[in-house]
């Protein structure tokens, strides 16, 4: 049985730092951390999705982080396809006139540059154990087919030797008809497949499979259950606090996947307020007293995060 990571998908979220959940005397950056790993072992990092990560924060949040603390990083914007503001990019890597809407259209040189920064910048948490996977969100309009297929593999090739999830925002890669297929090629690619947990009652809905297609990693996110997922702002999109019963429904998919990968991740990215933290306390208590989400503690007085192991 595989160890369950239970925990949000942001410690710096705007909206989090303005909830309360962080006690008095934990607002800086490095008490913020420390005081986030405390109560979770896990942690996506968002913010490397809207700007190149750096080697110093990385080397940061090794420093302040616990042996067997991961950090899931998700991809910057330019190398998941997505449009990106050149304001984005570093100065001396930034375009000449934008494009269309002002986005940056990456031709072979600029991405080859910041695939190098980009994984370069990670290499302290690779070193240090702390990186679980580096999260490429594929945007909806990649669907299943052969230019599909050959960015998927791109991708592997540059990511050779990295953890790497996948999460896709097309839901044909999940219907019944391409499932196995899908399963295949990312078992294939050692690529892991990621599940998510969002509003079932809209043409964009991703089916709410959970598979395993690495036995290094499994990995679930839950996006809330709003009906705007699919046209208001962030903050409608997101704004959503999930109930004991929702989140029990999921229990036995996620004990499941633990049978079958070393690691399940099970990260909250439903961020209105401490709902994303709160839930994955919730989930933690679900999943058992044997689940690796931390229970309260006193972060002055504990020696080492209270986590426990896996799921029974």
Not at 184 to 191: K, N, P, S, T, V
Not at 192 to 200: E, L, R
Not at 215 to 225: E, K, S, W
């Amino acid at each position: 049985m595989g160890d369950v990571l239970v925990g949000a998908c942001s410690w710096t979220d705007r909206e989090l730092l303005s909830s309360g959940w962080y006690p008095e005397g934990h607002r800086g950056a490095e008490a913020r951390l420390r005081y986030y790993t405390t109560r979770f072992p896990v942690v996506e990092v968002d913010a490397t999705y809207y700007g190149l990560p750096s080697t110093r924060n990385s080397t940061l949040w090794v420093e302040r982080s616990p042996a067997g603390f991961r950090f899931d990083v998700k991809a910057f914007s330019l190398l998941t396809g997505h449009p990106t503001r050149p304001g984005a990019l570093p100065a001396e890597l930034r375009p000449g006139p934008a494009g269309r809407n002002g986005r940056t259209a990456a031709d072979q040189g600029l991405l080859d540059e910041v695939w190098r920064r980009f994984s370069g910048a990670l290499e302290p948490l690779r070193r240090a154990d702390r990186l679980g996977t580096v999260l490429f969100q594929f945007p909806p309009w990649l669907a299943p087919g052969p230019s599909a297929v050959a960015t998927l593999r791109r991708c592997r090739e540059r990511t050779e030797g990295w953890p790497v999830a996948v999460e896709f925002r097309h839901p044909d890669w999940w219907r019944p008809e391409h499932r196995a297929s899908t399963v295949g090629l990312l078992a294939d690619l050692d690529l892991t497949a990621v599940a998510v947990d969002t509003a079932q009652s809209l043409p964009t809905s991703i089916p709410p499979v959970t598979p395993v297609t690495t036995a290094r990693l499994a990995v679930v996110r839950f996006h809330g259950r709003n009906r705007a997922w699919g046209t208001g702002s962030k903050e409608e999109r997101f704004r959503h606090r999930y109930t004991s019963e929702e989140l029990s429904s999921w229990t036995p998919a996620v004990r499941a996947m633990a049978e079958q990968a070393r690691e399940v991740h099970v990260l909250f990215n439903n961020c209105c307020g401490d709902a994303a933290v709160r839930a994955a306390e919730t989930m933690g208590r679900l999943l058992g007293p044997r689940s690796a989400a931390a229970p309260a503690a006193d972060p002055g007085t504990a020696a080492r995060p209270p986590w426990t192991t896996a799921p029974r």
